[in-house]
């Protein structure tokens, strides 16, 4: 079945010599992962090598069999082209770990409107903004409104968070939890939206550690979930 859809590239992977896996979230069908045959050669294509760095954000006229199978891509077109996202240290290192981020907690081959504007909206908001050093931590964390773990807020008053069950306690659980200053960072974030995370003042080693907490948060409760690569990466940019 031919369908035309949004789509924000996640991955993509060398494939022999000539060819790319494409790993994207598309806005009809959800995850989907596409077989791009001799674009690493090919000068006068439809589709260029370039349109599939992370997170770029694209319309799609694509070949969907829904097998299971590689898909295949007719004519690719950027919609929405980033002025700073891959061009600026910060926001790249930021891009590539958010994308193996989304690589690693997406797996639906079913469409999800709610989140597909929620990254199409978040990434055009961190390519237009120049105070973005708390963007990735309130990323992560509304992102689990989507992914079904988000924190249960009603017991905020209390001094404790238990990490596995997603909730606040009144006593230290057996469990991963938070505390102290760092728990007061995490509440900070939510019920915020991107234009406030800037009036949140951290350092660097304590944003290092609550990104380190949601990092742990995601991996208690994605199966087969990967600690990205590029976590050092970024924790380096931030010095």
């Known amino acids: 079945m031919q369908v035309t859809t949004k789509a924000i590239v996640l991955s993509s992977i060398k494939y022999g010599d000539t060819s790319l896996i494409v790993k994207a979230y598309t806005l009809s069908d959800g995850l989907k992962s596409y077989l791009l045959k001799g674009v690493l050669a090919s000068k006068k294509g439809k589709l260029k090598s370039a349109y599939f760095q992370p997170l770029t954000q694209l319309e799609l006229v694509a070949n ?3 097998k299971g199978t590689l898909e295949s891509i007719r004519e690719a077109k950027v919609y929405y082209p980033y002025q700073t996202l891959h061009t600026s240290i910060v926001k ?7 994308a193996e981020m989304l690589g690693s907690s997406i797996h639906e081959e079913e469409p999800n409107t709610g989140l597909f504007h929620f990254l199409e909206a978040s990434m055009q908001w961190l390519d237009a903004h120049h105070e973005i050093s708390n963007f990735h931590l309130f990323f992560l964390l509304d992102l689990t409104k989507y992914l079904g773990f988000y924190p249960d807020i009603s017991g905020m008053h209390e001094p404790n968070f238990d990490l596995l069950e997603g909730e606040f306690t ?3 659980s057996l469990h991963p939890s938070l505390a102290g200053k760092n728990l007061d960072y995490f509440k900070q974030f939510l019920g915020i939206n991107f234009d406030g995370i800037h009036k949140i003042k951290m350092n660097k080693t304590d944003r290092q550690e609550l990104l380190k907490t949601l990092v742990l948060y995601y991996e208690l409760h994605l199966q087969g979930f990967r ?13």
């Open 227 to 239: 600690r990205p690569k590029s976590l050092a990466v970024l924790n380096e940019v931030f010095r």
């Open 64 to 66: 969907h069999k829904n």
């Open 92 to 98: 790249n290192a930021m891009t590539l770990f958010l």
């Open 170 to 172: 009144q006593m230290p």
